[in-house]
């Protein structure tokens, strides 16, 4: 079993519709959640990042955490076709910056105008 | 400012030839890793340097893979002996030194080298 579980999709969803990413994970010494976002023959971009449970937000997007059940969220307000992309999660036990992410597989999400 | 680069952006080899992938990362980054993204797998951690430190080897998946870091810059990663299961997209990431403002240790994604083994 895979230390972080994700959907690989695709999901699509039409133009303006809230979009819902989850991951879970099963190590409980996860301490900082990030999502990134990658555009086909492109690298990751930090999308949004969190440490421990709760919830961030910024602009159309916010993330949140649950740490009691080890689940993570992504959630895109008013999506638009520039959102089509592949959403991954991530994580890491320490502040990243010292320590390697531990990836999902990616979410594939395209949004239909 | 240039972001991360990586060379070549695609490679084509024959199974059991030697391959070299190249990254530069953005100046001024102490921290380089690199990643493995195959069809369905997500990213997998190979290797990471940071500044003088030994680097941490755990993600290579055999001792066919290889990788160095000269002068605190450019990294270099080595796969010897190519097999077809070695075809993938290889990511390279860099982050600056922690409290360096920002998101601090953020990693910043190159573009990837897509390697195909034939």
């Known amino acids: 079993q895979k230390e972080v579980e994700q959907d690989p999709g695709p999901l699509s969803v039409p133009e303006g519709a809230i979009v819902s990413l989850n991951c879970t994970y099963s190590n409980s010494a996860f301490q900082y959640f990030m999502w990134y976002r990658q555009y086909s023959r492109k690298g990751p971009e930090l999308l949004m990042y969190t440490y421990s449970s709760g919830n961030k937000e910024d602009g159309r997007f916010t993330a949140q955490v649950d740490k009691s059940s080890k689940y993570i969220s992504l959630f895109i307000r008013d999506s638009q076709p520039s959102d089509s992309a592949t959403y991954l999660c991530a994580m890491t036990r320490s502040n990243f910056g010292n320590e390697k992410l531990t990836f999902g597989t990616g979410t594939r999400l395209t949004i239909i105008p | 400012g240039a972001g991360v680069s990586q060379s070549p952006s695609n490679k084509v080899t024959e199974k059991g030839k030697d391959v070299e992938l190249r990254c530069d990362p953005i100046s001024g980054h102490t921290a380089l890793y690199w990643y493995r993204q195959s069809l369905g797998q997500g990213l997998e951690f190979l290797i990471y340097?940071?500044?003088?430190?030994?680097?941490?080897k755990s993600g290579l998946p055999s001792d066919r893979f290889s990788a160095e870091r000269t002068g605190g810059s450019v990294s270099t990663l080595t796969i010897q002996r190519t097999q077809q299961e070695d075809s993938a997209v290889y990511l390279c990431?860099?982050?600056?030194?922690?409290?360096?403002?920002?998101?601090?240790?953020?990693?910043?994604f190159g573009p990837g080298t897509r390697l195909t083994v034939l």
């Open positions: 340097f940071q500044g003088n430190s030994a680097p941490d």
């Open positions: 990431a860099s982050s600056p030194p922690m409290g360096a403002g920002g998101s601090g240790g953020e990693q910043f």
